[in-house]
């Protein structure tokens, strides 16, 4: 019931910044957070960064301090700001959006990926 679009993609250098954007439509209403994780060759897939409809965020230690979440006011988009890219930040980035349906269970959504690679 949720559909996520996502843009923002693209090649940059090391040292460089490049801004992901992702748009929630259908059930938004329920969604009570969105964020972002990455899939790099030959890794799993491991979370980035997360924010909650309170504003709360939480990052992964290896990109906090330089890469900053926030959501819009409507809070049906997110984005992910990331600043001073390394080579090791190259992957596949998904966003997601987690909706409840239950005292403690909740709905898992996806976007298809947008391909993120930092040249040295």
């Known amino acids: 019931q949720v559909q996520l679009v996502e843009s923002g993609g693209g090649l940059v250098q090391a040292g460089g910044s490049l801004r992901l954007s992702c748009a929630a439509s259908?059930?938004?209403?329920?969604?009570?957070?969105m964020g972002w994780y990455r899939q790099a060759p030959g890794k799993q897939r491991e979370l980035v960064a997360t924010?909650?409809?309170?504003?709360?965020?939480n990052y992964a230690d290896s990109v906090k301090g330089r890469f900053t979440i926030s959501r819009d006011n409507a809070k049906n988009t997110v984005t992910l700001q990331m600043n001073s890219l390394e080579p090791e930040d190259t992957a596949v980035y998904y966003c997601?959006?987690?909706?409840?349906?239950?005292?403690?269970?909740?709905?898992?959504?996806w976007g298809q990926g947008t391909q993120v690679t930092v040249s040295s």
């Open positions: 997601n959006a987690a909706r409840r349906v239950g005292v403690i269970a909740f709905d898992y959504y």
């Open positions: 924010i909650t409809t309170d504003g709360s965020t």
């Open positions: 259908g059930s938004i209403f329920s969604i009570s957070a």
